[in-house]
């Protein structure tokens, strides 16, 4: 498996940016992909999760409302659109993927989960 992430960069407070990830490999047209950030001095925190079947995406409370997950099945590209950026969403994101579909439940609920897949990350910055 595969996943590849594009996208991110600077941004001000307010702001927005897109980022993208491309899965290739798995078996199942029915699995979970999402995005987990990691930002110093802070736990990693799994903020966005979108089923590739059914579509149904799931959001951390602290992106709620503002970040939006959607997936383009036939591009099999999964994208985080990221609005009224605060200086707290700056982190290197990871595109995240399992093969369970069901583990998306652990975004909103921040419960510890050890993902299938990880790609290479990028970076996110925002600031005044």
């Known amino acids: 498996v595969q996943l590849v992430e594009s996208g991110g960069g600077l941004a001000q407070i307010g702001g927005s940016l897109r980022l993208s990830c491309t899965y290739s490999?798995?078996?199942?047209?029915?699995?979970?992909v999402g995005w987990l950030r990691k930002a110093p001095g802070k736990e990693r925190e799994a903020v966005a999760c979108i089923g590739t079947r059914d579509g149904i995406p799931y959001y951390a409370g602290s992106v709620e409302g503002r970040f939006t997950v959607s997936r383009d099945r036939v591009k099999k590209t999964v994208y985080l659109q990221m609005d009224s950026l605060i200086a707290d969403d700056t982190g290197v994101y990871y595109c995240?993927?399992?093969?369970?579909?069901?583990?998306?439940?652990?975004?909103?609920?921040?419960?510890?989960?050890?993902?299938?897949?990880w790609g290479q990350g990028t970076q996110v910055t925002v600031s005044s």
């Open positions: 995240i993927g399992d093969r369970l579909r069901e583990a998306c439940g652990n975004v909103p609920t921040s419960a510890p989960y050890s993902w299938d897949y």
């Open positions: 490999g798995f078996s199942s047209d029915d699995v979970a």
